[in-house]
């Protein structure tokens, strides 16, 4: 965590807001899930489409929300300069179309081929599919973190933060502490997870 109480109280801060975000995000896509009916591919793209605006929008979101934070949180540990954040590029089109393609359509199909009633295929399916758009809106924070730390002289690298809504193997990876260096800044993350990521200073 922050060297500084102050930078300890932002990074709790973002990483509430951030869940805040996740939480409206999925509000908002288990609404549009509806437009789907559940049982034709040739319906989905009517979820699809503004799903995946949502998702590219709200990801812009994140990462807008990380940029203030790490302007806040360099002050906080006093690292001195005033370097340019990096904002990370919202996922493309077809990216996103093919995670939701991969969880909501895929899901309820194999559902409904293992005898699941199209209520209980499509329910189990809009799990799935939250799990990916929730990750895909949360990256907009980290990947912003993890560039503007490897374009950051004053910065070590990051570090994982864990904490409520984060699983167990992330929380094991975030007690561990281990700084990552540009060198090895790729955030992974995964469905269902609420890891985000912290800048550490020298």
């Not at 950051?152 to 929380?171: I, M």
Request: glycine share 10%; net charge positive.
């Amino acid at each position: 965590m922050a060297r500084s109480e102050a930078g300890r109280l932002l990074t709790i801060q973002h990483r509430q807001r951030q869940l805040q975000l996740r939480a409206a995000t999925l509000r908002t896509f288990t609404q549009l899930w509806g437009l789907w009916d559940g049982q034709t591919i040739r319906t989905f793209p009517r979820f699809a489409e503004p799903a995946t605006t949502l998702v590219q929008d709200r990801f812009g979101t994140s990462a807008g929300l990380a940029v203030g934070y790490y302007q806040a949180l360099r002050l906080a540990e006093t690292a001195g300069g005033s370097p340019t954040p990096r904002v990370a590029d919202p996922p493309e089109t077809d990216r996103v179309i093919g995670s939701l393609r991969a969880t909501a359509l895929a899901s309820t199909l194999r559902g409904l081929r293992s005898g699941f009633s199209p209520q209980a295929a499509k329910q189990n399916a809009l799990v799935a599919a939250m799990g990916s758009a929730g990750r895909m809106v949360m990256r907009g924070a980290a990947e912003s973190l993890v560039l503007t730390s490897a374009a950051d002289p004053r910065a070590r690298g990051w570090q994982r933060v864990a904490g409520s809504g984060a699983c167990d193997f992330c929380e094991m990876l975030a007690g561990r502490g281990p700084v990552y260096s540009e060198d090895t800044a790729d955030f992974q993350s995964h469905d269902h997870c609420a890891c985000s990521a912290e800048v550490v200073f020298n």
